[in-house]
């Protein structure tokens, strides 16, 4: 089982920027994801995760949610197993835990949803404040 860990959080003032990481570890080629993405979750939401960003490993192409589109962006580096979501122009409600997935079976209508994503990290945590 491929095990995911996130760094990158913390906190900052509305306006500021981060940039989370999640290197993966265990891997195995025969499973390769096809989604890579970054969830949002807040406690609110009991256990929903929200889709931020996701992308494609075949043809690398990158999909974003509302609340991240013109303000973050996801990456890959395939050398390192890492995963990177670029936060800039952070606002109060960005705070919440951020979990990186690997979907390996992502039906593409659901690649969005996390319960299509079946390795997580532990998550980091991103506070912003006015």
């Known amino acids: 089982q491929v095990q995911l860990v996130e760094s990158g959080g913390g906190s900052v003032q509305v306006g500021g920027s981060l940039r989370l990481s999640c290197v993966a570890s265990r891997y195995r080629f025969i499973n390769k994801p096809m989604y890579m993405g970054w969830f949002h979750q807040t406690p609110g939401n009991g256990r929903e995760r929200e889709g931020v960003?996701?992308?494609?490993?075949?043809?690398?192409?990158?999909e974003y949610g509302d609340s991240a589109k013109g303000r973050f962006t996801i990456s890959r580096d395939d050398a390192t197993n890492t995963l990177y979501l670029q936060m800039n122009n952070l606002k109060p409600e960005d705070s919440g835990m951020y979990f990186c997935?690997?979907?390996?079976?992502?039906?593409?209508?659901?690649?969005?949803?996390?319960?299509?994503?079946?390795?997580w990290g532990q998550g980091t945590q991103v506070t912003v404040s006015s």
């Open positions: 997935g690997w979907c390996v079976n992502c039906a593409s209508p659901y690649r969005f949803r996390w319960p299509s994503y079946s390795a």
């Open positions: 960003a996701i992308i494609n490993t075949d043809g690398g192409l990158a």
